[in-house]
């Protein structure tokens, strides 16, 4: 029987089909001070890892995936971390009416290459300019959140910084990168976006 790996005190079995957390998710992941009984999103949520964060903070997390590969994995790190949370198989919001106080997001952000035939490669590739899922997660952003609430997503500098603030302040919400971390080839941020008053 495989051994889960410890990642923030948060102990994570794996699946090849599902996308393990590297820099980005825990760049990300250091983003997560929420309070209890908050309601918290994480989107795309891979192996559960930020949604677990939250829920070890005692929020009411609704991990989503359209991979069912990762719904089951999260329910499973959840078990392992004797965790509370609730998942739902969904693209983006498409099965997702509520509102949140805080949602988190480490979209497909690479450069695609080839096909996306695979769970692991849907989890990675964004499109041409690796913006696909960006652009088409920015003007639900607003309809999802609590009049208080706040995203948090993962952005690489190759993926046009300023064409997601053009594309943020069109759909009139405030924003500050709230995190940065240099790689070798990339530099990668999270945006904090709240809705304008």
Same mark, same amino acid.
């Given at each position: =029987?495989?051994?889960?790996?410890?990642?923030?005190?948060?102990?994570?079995?794996?699946?090849?089909?599902?996308?393990?957390? $590297?820099? *980005?998710?825990?760049?990300?992941? !250091?983003?997560?001070?929420?309070?209890?009984?908050?309601?918290?999103?994480?989107? %795309?949520?891979?192996?559960?890892?930020?949604?677990? +964060?939250?829920?070890?903070? &005692?929020?009411?997390?609704?991990?989503? *995936? +359209?991979?069912?590969?990762? /719904?089951?994995?999260?329910?499973?790190?959840?078990?392992?971390?004797?965790?509370?949370?609730?998942? +739902?198989?969904?693209?983006? @919001?498409? !099965?997702? &009416?509520?509102?949140?106080? @805080?949602? @988190?997001?480490?979209?497909?952000? =690479?450069?695609?290459?080839?096909? $996306?035939?695979?769970? #692991? *490669?849907?989890? /990675?590739?964004?499109?041409?300019? %690796? $913006?696909?899922? #960006?652009? &088409?997660? #920015?003007?639900?952003?607003?309809?999802?959140?609590?009049?208080?609430?706040?995203?948090?997503?993962?952005?690489?500098?190759?993926?046009?910084?300023?064409?997601?603030?053009?594309?943020?302040?069109?759909? &009139? /919400?405030?924003?500050?990168?709230?995190?940065?971390?240099?790689?070798?080839?990339?530099?990668?941020?999270? @945006? !904090?976006?709240?809705?304008?008053?």
């Amino acid at each position: =029987m495989e051994k889960p790996i410890e990642l923030n005190s948060i102990k994570l079995f794996f699946d090849s089909n599902v996308y393990f957390p $590297r820099e *980005d998710s825990i760049l990300l992941s !250091e983003t997560i001070h929420v309070f209890p009984k908050a309601k918290v999103l994480d989107l %795309g949520c891979g192996t559960g890892f930020i949604g677990l +964060i939250a829920a070890k903070q &005692k929020a009411k997390v609704l991990c989503s *995936d +359209i991979n069912p590969f990762a /719904l089951k994995l999260a329910e499973k790190n959840a078990e392992e971390n004797k965790l509370e949370i609730k998942t +739902i198989q969904s693209n983006l @919001f498409s !099965e997702i &009416k509520e509102k949140f106080d @805080f949602i @988190f997001f480490n979209p497909p952000y =690479m450069i695609e290459k080839g096909k $996306r035939d695979e769970w #692991i *490669d849907k989890a /990675l590739n964004g499109g041409k300019k %690796g $913006r696909e899922i #960006i652009d &088409k997660f #920015i003007p639900l952003i607003k309809i999802h959140l609590t009049e208080k609430g706040k995203c948090f997503f993962l952005q690489s500098n190759l993926n046009g910084i300023k064409e997601t603030q053009k594309k943020l302040e069109k759909e &009139k /919400l405030s924003f500050k990168t709230e995190k940065k971390k240099k790689l070798f080839f990339e530099e990668l941020m999270v @945006f !904090e976006v709240w809705a304008e008053k």
